[in-house]
């Protein structure tokens, strides 16, 4: 797990503070900066939300909730809660990519802005949710749901600029 791997870098609406509360199982880490799912389509929020899985969101899925804004504080034997920023479209995050060498010249970043990827967990999410660091991967497809947005990579070495599309929302 690691706290930060997404941090916002501009948003163009106003999302107010904080965001929503979600429950979160006993032995579920969730730090603050990393995306948060539901486990499956129809499952009842209330149940608790989870890391994000390997190689996600998948809009087909609908599965996102959002990106977490606070560390949950439930422990390894009670449950606890995480706010979580609900996915918005508006509002564009920094990641790491998981390969630096494709994103490391301005016209390769270029050449990717616009491009449907996922973002990779550096731990499969099993039957025991797991949170591991998050990393921005760069094959383009249709059902990807984040969007490389444009960045001057010398302002942020190192970093990806993406938005969510709306349609990996679980509320879609």
């Not at 706290?3 to 880490?29: I, M, P």
């Not at 984040?146 to 929302?169: H, M, T, W």
Request: with cysteine; aromatic share 6%.
């Amino acid at each position: 797990m690691a706290l930060g791997d997404l941090t916002v870098k501009e948003q163009n609406v106003y999302t107010g503070r904080g965001g929503k509360q979600y429950y979160v199982a006993a032995g579920t880490a969730i730090n603050a900066g990393e995306p948060v799912q539901v486990r499956a389509l129809g499952q009842q929020i209330n149940s608790a939300v989870e890391p994000m899985l390997t190689s996600g969101p998948d809009q087909t899925a609908h599965l996102m909730v959002g990106v977490a804004a606070t560390t949950a504080t439930n422990t390894t034997s009670a449950t606890g809660v995480v706010t979580v920023t609900p996915v918005n479209s508006a509002i564009v995050y920094l990641v790491a990519p998981d390969v630096a060498a494709t994103w490391n010249t301005q016209a390769k970043y270029d050449a990717l802005v616009g491009a449907r990827v996922l973002l990779k967990n550096s731990v499969t999410v099993g039957s025991t949710p797991t949170s591991g660091t998050y990393t921005l991967l760069a094959s383009d497809s249709a059902n990807n749901g984040c969007v490389v947005q444009p960045l001057d990579i010398s302002k942020y070495p190192g970093k990806v600029a993406i938005s969510f599309r709306e349609g990996c929302n679980y509320l879609a």
